[in-house]
Antibody, heavy 116, light 110 residues
């Protein structure tokens, strides 16, 4: 069964940092582009970052550029999101999702709360 | 990177058909055939329902169909069922090599 499991969320103060992880299983992780998508409480989905299958190409939504860094370890089948300079508006459930043109496998999400 | 425009809510009775629109620009919806649709029930994970404008993943009911005309994509659900009540989001690849979602549409089955 294809599965994505996120971890690393929690409560952090404004200006702080967190590193999210997404462990993949049940498919050949290294063959797929991967994404992070977030959903603020009561709000819609927001795509925030994509990384190519080899890890050489990365793309970001403007609101996180310079603060968030996406990366992957294909040997460990794990996707990461390093989040720095966190703001209250980054509070959300963060999902990892598989895919390039569309996202067909999603994790259950990990919650990030930015608050003092 | 503005969100695609979707109606906030739509409703229909069981057995009826409804259509949800998703309007973007020539830099996203109109420029690529990479529109996808996701269903999200409250507290649940999004589920892919349509990809590449009009393709259905294995296991998705053929009551769901997608189309596109110019800068507007549409999701049609025919033969509405109570279980279809959920939030629906469109998404498109963009000319900046990024992805953008719509604001979401709440479907109520009356």
């Amino acid at each position: 069964e294809m599965q994505l499991v996120e971890s690393g969320g929690g409560l952090v103060q404004p200006g702080g940092s967190l590193r999210l992880s997404c462990a993949a299983s049940g498919f050949t992780f290294s063959s797929y582009s991967m994404n992070w998508v977030r959903q603020a409480p009561g709000k819609g989905l927001e795509w925030i970052s994509n990384i190519g299958s080899s890890g050489y190409t990365m793309y970001y939504v403007d609101s996180v550029k310079g603060r968030f860094t996406i990366s992957r370890d294909n040997a460990e089948s794990t996707l990461y999101l390093q989040m720095n300079s966190l703001r209250a508006e980054d509070t959300a459930v963060y999902y990892c999702a598989r895919g390039l043109k569309f996202m067909d496998v999603w994790g259950k999400g990990t919650t990030v709360t930015v608050s003092s | 990177q503005s969100a695609l425009t979707q109606p906030a809510s739509v409703s229909g009775s069981p057995g009826q058909s409804i259509t949800i629109s998703c309007t973007g620009t020539s830099s996203d919806v109109g420029g690529f055939d990479y529109v996808s649709w996701y269903q999200q029930h409250p507290g649940k994970v999004p589920k892919l329902m349509i990809y590449d404008v009009n393709k259905r993943p294995s296991g998705v009911s053929n009551r769901f169909s997608g189309s596109k005309s110019g800068n507007t994509a549409s999701l049609t659900i025919s033969g509405l069922q109570a279980e279809d009540e959920a939030d629906y989001y469109c998404s498109s690849y963009t000319s900046r090599s990024t992805w953008v979602f719509g604001g979401g549409t709440k479907l109520t089955v009356l």
